[in-house]
């Protein structure tokens, strides 16, 4: 089966009507679109971010400094990227690429932006001496599967998940390349998994705060309604891993940070203390 052939121009022009869901946020641009200052709370920590997968991550890794005793106090402000929130100037000083999520550390003598979000995981990780080992191969484990999801996610997402659920017509090409693709990268993770308990190892690490959000939400059902269709519960493994994740308190909470959607008691759009779950 063919697609409808497409002959590229000599010179790729903008048209501000193709992308699909997500054509009114995305351009060929940086920088801000209007001045907008970032909030700020009285935590050391300000996180500016939405509960996408890349957003979770670092909700996640805060509850769990938090749950393990740490001093990670932080407050979690919203960015709406449907509504541009990532193109204000307060929000593109924190993150020149504009994407979600971004953190602004005031915690030493001056401020430190951190963009990225494997990025922020690390900061935090050695900040606090937590869930990254010190040194050794240990530690080069994690980093590799830190990296291998940081280059691996964007074949998932803006890859099979753009086609094959948010694309404004479906095509069998861009799907079958990114479902492969996709069931490749499940298919090394269940082989690993086949072997270790966590990600990385015997240990719960930054790797699978990294992981969990993307691959884990495949295998768990929540994302781009295409569970049946690559067949999730074939990965054995990589669902045992996700439904032990998915039980941690500190991930159960991180999940509703800088989130506004689903049911009203997985929401906190906005969070400044721990006692803000108790009022879901």
Do not use: C
Not at 32 to 38: G, R, S, V, Y
Not at 143 to 157: E, K
Request: aromatic share 12%; charged share 25%; net charge negative.
């Amino acid at each position: 089966m063919t697609d409808t052939a497409y002959v590229p121009p000599k010179v790729w022009t903008w048209d501000k009507e193709n992308g699909g869901q997500f054509a009114s946020t995305n351009r060929p641009i940086a920088g801000a679109t209007h001045d907008k200052d970032l909030p700020r709370g009285t935590h050391p920590f300000q996180l500016y971010s939405l509960a996408t997968p890349n957003g979770v991550k670092v909700t996640v890794m805060f509850e769990e400094l938090l749950e393990a005793g740490h001093a990670a106090e932080y407050d979690a402000w919203i960015i709406k990227i449907g509504d541009g929130d990532q193109f204000g100037s307060g929000f593109v000083g924190a993150n020149p690429n504009s994407k979600i999520p971004a953190l602004m550390d005031y915690s030493g003598d001056a401020p430190v932006r951190v963009f990225e979000s494997g990025s922020i995981l690390l900061h935090l990780a050695e900040k606090f001496g937590a869930f990254l080992p010190a040194s050794g191969p240990a530690r080069t484990e994690v980093i590799n599967w830190l990296m291998w999801q940081m280059g691996s996610a964007p074949f998932v997402g803006g890859g099979f998940g753009h086609f094959y659920a948010y694309a404004p017509e479906k095509y069998e090409y861009p799907i079958n390349r990114y479902a492969m693709e996709t069931k490749r990268q499940l298919d090394v993770l269940d082989r690993q998994l086949a072997e270790h308990e966590f990600v990385a190892g015997d240990e719960y690490s930054i790797a699978d705060m990294a992981i969990w959000p993307w691959y884990g939400g495949m295998v768990l059902g929540r994302a781009y309604n295409a569970a049946e269709f690559l067949d999730v519960a074939s990965y054995k493994h990589v669902l045992k891993w996700a439904e032990k994740i998915d039980a941690r308190p500190a991930v159960v909470r991180g999940r509703k940070v800088n989130r506004d959607w689903g049911e009203p008691h997985e929401q906190l759009p906005e969070r400044h203390s721990a006692a803000d779950f108790d009022k879901l």
